[in-house]
C-alpha cells in the first residue's frame, strides 16, 4: 500500500503565492516520478509540473517562471506557486510513480487541495 498526502492549499489573492506538499509513504521499492496535476470546474485534467527521480523538470507553459517543483529525501514533494492568478484556480492533486520490481509501474494519487484565487 502507498499513501499519498498532500496540504497547502487555500484562499489567496491575485498576485499572492502558496506552496503545496505531498508527502508519499508506504510499501515504495522505488519512485520514478513525483508531480502535480490540477482540475478546474469542467475541464480536463492536466499536468501544472513534474520531477524524475533523476532531478529532471518540466512545467506546463501557463505555469512556467512562476511555479517551482522540488522534492526531498523523504519522499515529499513541493509545489512553490508564486505570482498567483484566477485561471489557477483549480484542485491540484500530486501524482506519484512508483517501479515495483520487477516490471510494475503504478501511479498513486492523492486526495486533492483546492487552490482558490480571487480577490
Known amino acids: 500500500q502507498v499513501q499519498v498526502v498532500e496540504s497547502g492549499g487555500g484562499l489567496v489573492q491575485p498576485g499572492g503565492s502558496l506552496r503545496l506538499s505531498c508527502a508519499a509513504s508506504?510499501?515504495?521499492?522505488?519512485?520514478?516520478?513525483m508531480g502535480w496535476y490540477r482540475q478546474a470546474p469542467e475541464k480536463q485534467r492536466e499536468l501544472v509540473a513534474r520531477?524524475?527521480?533523476?532531478?529532471?523538470t518540466n512545467y506546463t507553459d501557463s505555469v512556467k517562471a512562476r511555479f517551482t517543483i522540488s522534492r526531498d529525501i523523504n519522499n515529499t514533494v513541493y509545489l512553490q506557486m508564486n505570482s498567483l492568478k484566477p485561471e489557477d484556480t483549480a484542485v491540484y492533486y500530486c501524482?506519484?510513480?512508483?517501479?515495483?520490481?520487477?516490471?510494475?509501474?503504478?501511479?498513486?494519487w492523492g486526495q486533492g487541495t483546492q487552490v482558490t484565487v480571487s480577490s
Open positions: 520531477i524524475t527521480s533523476a532531478g529532471t
Open positions: 501524482n506519484v510513480v512508483v517501479h515495483s520490481p520487477p516490471t510494475k509501474i503504478y501511479n498513486h
Open positions: 508506504g510499501n515504495i521499492f522505488s519512485i520514478l516520478a
